[in-house]
C-alpha cells in the first residue's frame, strides 16, 4: 500500500498515519519514502521530532508527534512550512494534531490483522485537496 500511494502523490500533500502502538507507521513509512528514491535509512522520528529525507524528486519530511503535550508545539515544529510544493509530509501519530494541520490529508489508519505479520490499511481523504 505505501508504495502504490507513492506513486499516487503530488508535491504538497500529507499524510497522516494512525494506528496503536505497534500498527506499523514507521515501517510504513519506510516503504514509502523506498518508493520515493529515499536511500538513507529512514528512521522514527520519536526523539528527534522531524527528519528530512531527499527521495528521487521529491523531499520527505516524516513526523512523529507522539510526544506533543501541546498542539502549541505543533507551530513549534514549524509544520506549516514544511508542507510545500517540493516535498511530501508523513505525519506518525498526526490525529492527535488534525485541527492544526494545514489543509487537507490523507488519513492512512493501520490496525493489526490476524496474523503477526497482517495488517489492516484504512485510507480516508480529509479537506477538498483530497476530494479528486
Known sequence: VATALAGLVRAGDL???CGDLGAGKTVFA???GRALGVTAPIT?????????????????HHL????????????????????????????????AIAGALPGGY???????????DDRVVGLRPVGAE???
Do not use: K, M
Not at 106 to 116: D, K, Q, S, Y
Open 64 to 95: 512523529d508527534v507522539y510526544r506533543l503535550a501541546h498542539i502549541d508545539e505543533v507551530r513549534d515544529l514549524g509544520l506549516h512550512e514544511l508542507v510545500d510544493d517540493r516535498s511530501v509530509t508523513v505525519i506518525e501519530w498526526g490525529d
Open 15 to 17: 499524510l497522516v498515519l
Open 106 to 116: 490523507l488519513e492512512v489508519r493501520l490496525t493489526l490483522g490476524a496474523g503477526p
Open 44 to 60: 522514527s522520528p520519536t526523539f528527534t521530532l522531524a527528519n528530512r529525507y531527499q527521495g528521487e524528486e521529491l523531499t520527505v
Open 130 to 132: 483530497w476530494s479528486d
Open 30 to 32: 519506510q516503504g514509502f
